[in-house]
Every structure is written in structure tokens, then in C-alpha cells.
Nanobody, 110 residues
Framework: QVQLVESGGGLVQAGGSLRLSCAAS????????MVWYRQAPGKQRELVAR??????AYADSVKGRFTISGDHAKTTLYLQMDSLKPEDTAVYYCHFMGYWGKGTLVTVSS
């Protein structure tokens, strides 16, 4: 069955960087069908980044700071996060065709 396992979260100071990974198995890997979401405490889950029509698309709040990419050979989706802000604190999830990983927690201290 489809399995999505996120990793790479942690505690970082504002202005720092993290790279999240989502290792996928049990599926035909396609970066075009995979999406990064996040859910901050007390807030609804929101879309962060995806590939749309072959081009990356980002939430306005992360444009210019986050980069989505994928490695088909490793069946892994990435999210490079730079210039992190305290408001980026959230659990980050990857999603594929109705399947969700368990998420990885990112905490950005001010």
C-alpha cells in the first residue's frame, strides 16, 4: 500500500533553514501528484507547495523562501525551507492521491 514518511523537521531559529523529505513507497512516484501541506496549532491545514502544470506553485506566505523538488530515483519529495519565520511553525505533511503521511514538526523560534 501507499506509504508516505516525512522527515527533516526540528527546532530552528528564525532566519534558518530546513529541508524536509517525504519518502514514498507502494505507488508510482510522480512529483506532479504530490503536495506539501502544513497545519499550525489551532489552524486549518493549508497547502504549502505543489507542482502544477509542470511548474511549482506556492502559498503566498512562503513564496521566495520555500522550494519543492523531487527525486524520482529515490521516490522522495523535498521541501527546502529558507529564511524561516516563527509563523512557519507547524506540522508539515505530504499528500498523494488521498494518502497522507504522519507529518514532521517544524518549530521556528524567534
Amino acid at each position: 500500500q501507499v506509504q508516505l514518511v516525512e522527515s527533516g523537521g526540528g527546532l530552528v531559529q528564525a532566519g534558518g533553514s530546513l529541508r524536509l523529505s517525504c519518502a514514498a513507497s507502494g505507488m508510482i512516484f510522480s512529483i506532479n501528484a504530490m503536495v506539501w501541506y502544513r497545519q499550525a496549532p489551532g489552524k486549518q491545514r493549508e497547502l504549502v507547495a505543489r507542482i502544477s502544470g509542470g511548474s511549482p506553485a506556492y502559498a503566498d506566505s512562503v513564496k521566495g523562501r520555500f522550494t519543492i523538488s523531487g527525486d524520482h530515483a529515490k521516490t522522495t519529495l523535498y521541501l527546502q525551507m529558507d529564511s524561516l519565520k516563527p509563523e512557519d511553525t507547524a506540522v508539515y505533511y505530504c499528500h498523494f492521491m488521498g494518502y497522507w503521511g504522519k507529518g514532521t514538526l517544524v518549530t521556528v523560534s524567534s
